[in-house]
């Protein structure tokens, strides 16, 4: 059997463990493992595996992601997401669907705080989702709301699959969250767009619109300073320079603490909860990150990625028609697996790739940062994507009184939104790299 043979064995080998649910570090790490003894022998492989772990979990740069994970857990269990909806819900009740938009922008606010889309979606959705039902929204709009509102947690900073593809690909962190921004809130006006379509068009989806009084909005504005203080100091000092993204999320850490504490919402047992969610799903990530190292140096050994950069480069055909193509491979690949680990997975076999191409005559790190926006917004859009979509799962286990394939039938309006401005991202690098080229 040739190496590229084994190479493409293995892979097929960890898309089926992944299909019958074998947890995603093992449906790497397995594969991995018996392809690199295939290539090399036993002993490679010990020695591989020596200094391969400790070289992966020992970067200091990882140490980002456990700190805004640990600060997304206190605003968490530490109450600040009511607040962020209540306020959304009195700017926007005016207009009819006005509920479901101020989900989408609740998710969007939290997400930036949080960095989790699963926490993200889960916190706000058990906030917003009893009243929506409550006032008549239908379960098909609340529902899909909810969970393509929570999605903007993948793009949006401090989110950890950003993190994640800044670090594999050796990309400045802060200049990736800059880059996020633009395609984040063209995301966002998608979603609100797509609600006012939706309940144009089927006005028995949404009740009547609700107009909150001034002094409701204010009201309801003043208890959002917790949030826009933590984004204010920790985002305003890493972009004014103060200090790293590293830094940063221990500064937000020790803010969004001292905020929960003053606002009596932190007890021993929230304490405790925040720590543990923060090392389990550290762990998990880490897990991930030794298993999909496993399996992309067995790749490495096969010479797959070499030989699928070739093959790309004397393609006769457009650049953009690649990248499009490599998007359409995301959503697919996005049936079996989570985000994270199609960003440790595919990352380091495709990025030499498209860095080796020509588009538009951009440099390489502008390249980087907008192939990274790409992967994200691909991310995001499987977040809600037919037959998985986790976002959709877990709003199905908040809203057991509405069938799964409802809240499918809700998203589609909001996936094609996702489709239009993924056609604008590629054809427009501007719109990932303006921001940086403005304030960098």
Known sequence: MSTMSIGLTLFAGMLVLMAVRVPIAISMFVPGALGYIALSGWE????????AVYGRVSVYDLSVIPLFMLMGAFAV?????????????????????????AGVLACAAFGSISGSTVATTATIAQVAYPEMRRIGFSGRLATAALATGGTMGVLLPPSVTLMVYAILTEQN?????????VPALLAA?????????????QPDQAPAAQAASGAEVLAAALKVWPILTIFVVVFGGIYGG???ATEGAAIGNLLTFAITLVRREMNRERLLASIRTTAQTSGMI????????????????????????DVVSHLQISPVVVMAGIMVFYIILGCVMDEMSMILLTVPTLFPVVMGMDFF??????????????????????????PVGLNVYIMNGLAKDVPMVETYKGVVPFLVTDAIRLALLIGFPVLSLWLV????
Not at 84 to 94: E, K
Not at 437 to 440: A, C, D, I, N, S
């Open 44 to 51: 490679p492989l010990l020695a591989h595996l020596k200094g």
């Open 361 to 386: 005559g951009l440099g390489a790190a502008d390249k980087a940062l907008w192939f990274g926006i790409l992967i994200l917004t691909v991310c995001e859009i499987g977040m809600i994507f037919p």
């Open 242 to 244: 103060l200090f790293t």
């Open 437 to 440: 080229h403005r304030l960098t």
């Open 173 to 181: 962190i802060t200049k990736m969250f800059l880059a996020a921004y």
């Open 286 to 309: 880490f897990l991930i990150f030794i298993g999909a190292d496993m399996i992309n140096a067995s790749l490495a050994l096969s010479q797959l990625p070499a030989q699928l950069g």
């Open 77 to 101: 269990h530490g109450g600040l997401s009511k607040a962020l909806f209540d306020f959304a819900n009195a700017l926007l009740g005016r207009f009819r669907g006005g509920m479901a938009m």
């Open 189 to 201: 006006i998608g979603y609100l767009l797509a609600i006012a379509v939706v309940v144009r068009l």
